[in-house]
Each structure stands twice: as structure tokens, then as C-alpha cells.
């Protein structure tokens, strides 16, 4: 079994100080903190999104649900466009996998650099838990105020290497749209119409 064939460049930080180096307002670091420890807490995760995987040429457009937990893994299921729909990516203990028919297949890259419309999800996941926050600002969604949160390497300038950018509604605390960029060019986009975090029963009738 070879290793997932995405992976995306995160610095280990102590959660001691997970916002150092990011830049804007009180207000929105609080925020960004408070978003970081519900996604660590977090005991699964379901919704639905499109994706959009622009790699120059080609462009890849998905409407993809998910649900899974922490000790089950992540399922992602293809439902449109109809000639991809019931493909199924399953994301367990670092491996990605595609089912097609009951026939378990390893992901391969779609470029270079390994990425995959189908891995965005699990590095936005990972971002939120472990990576390096660089930038916190408010930014209108349309109509939404929303927090934006800028994940890269600490050692590269903005637009430099990849990023990984991702929108919450500032009332709702939801997450909304995610991005990952190289270079400085959104390859992938996703929109959620829904992100529901699942946490413990007991937690829950708290």
C-alpha cells in the first residue's frame, strides 16, 4: 500500500500559540482560535460541496457529499456529474482510495505536484487542526461577512508555494468555501452548501 498521494506542506506549531506570525484584529484571532479547538474536538464531520480543480487546461467541476468520524475515516461520494457519479474516495489513516464498482483503486496524481480534487477536503481538515495560520482578516462572501483564514509555509511570501485559504460565516461559524492555491493560482475550489461538525453524544446533550 503506497502513501496518499497528495500531500500538503504544513509546519508542526505548539498549540500553545497556534495564531504567531498571522496578521489582523483581535476580534478575528479570537475567532480563528475558537474555530481551530472545534474542529480539534471535533468527532466527525458531514456535508456537501462543489468542487472546482482547474489545472490549466482542463477544469474539473464536482458535487461531492461527505461524511465520516476520527476513527472510521472520511467517505466522499461523487454525485454529479453523472458520469462520475457513485465513485466513491475513502480517506483512512493517511491513504486515499477510489472505489469504482465494488473495485478499490488507488488515487494517482492529477499533476505534478499531486493534487487531487478528492484530497482538498482532508488538507482543509488538517489546516484547521495543525497548520500554520499566516493570515486572519474579515472579507464579504457575497453578502456574508465572513472570516478568512490564510494557511501557509511561514518561510514563503504571500502567493509563494501552496496555500491553503478558507472562508467561516463570521454569525454562524460554518465553513463556507476552501481553496488551495500554487503559487499564487486557485487550483481547487470548494463551495459547501452545508459543514456540519459531529462531536461526542455526550457532548452533545450538553
Known amino acids: 500500500m503506497s502513501k496518499k ?7 508542526a506549531l505548539l498549540l500553545a500559540v497556534p495564531l504567531g506570525g498571522c496578521t489582523g484584529e483581535g476580534e478575528d484571532n479570537a475567532l480563528a482560535l475558537q474555530l481551530r479547538a472545534d474542529f480539534m474536538d471535533r ?16 477544469v474539473y467541476e464536482y458535487t461531492v457529499t461527505f461524511s465520516g468520524t476520527e476513527e472510521e475515516g472520511l467517505s466522499l461520494v461523487i454525485t454529479a456529474p453523472e458520469e462520475a457519479a457513485g465513485i466513491t474516495a475513502t480517506v483512512a489513516q493517511g491513504q ?58 511561514p518561510a514563503r511570501s504571500p502567493g509563494e508555494g ?27 475550489r470548494c463551495v459547501f452548501s452545508d459543514f456540519i461538525i459531529t462531536r461526542a453524544a455526550a457532548e452533545e446533550t450538553t
Open 5 to 11: 498521494a497528495f500531500c500538503i506542506p504544513l509546519l
Open 43 to 58: 468527532q466527525g464531520c458531514a456535508g456537501t460541496m462543489e468542487v472546482t480543480a482547474d489545472y490549466g487546461q482542463r
Open 96 to 153: 486515499t482510495f477510489l472505489t469504482f464498482d465494488g473495485v478499490q483503486l488507488e488515487t494517482g496524481p492529477l499533476n505534478e505536484d499531486g493534487l487531487s480534487p478528492l484530497d482538498a477536503l482532508p488538507a482543509f481538515l488538517t489546516a484547521m487542526e495543525s497548520g500554520y495560520i499566516a493570515e486572519t482578516n474579515s472579507e464579504l462572501l457575497g453578502e456574508t461577512e465572513t472570516l478568512r483564514l490564510c494557511f501557509r509555509d
Open 162 to 188: 501552496l496555500e491553503t485559504i478558507l472562508w467561516f460565516d463570521k454569525a454562524e461559524k460554518t465553513l463556507l468555501q476552501g481553496e488551495l492555491r500554487s503559487d499564487g493560482t486557485t487550483v481547487i
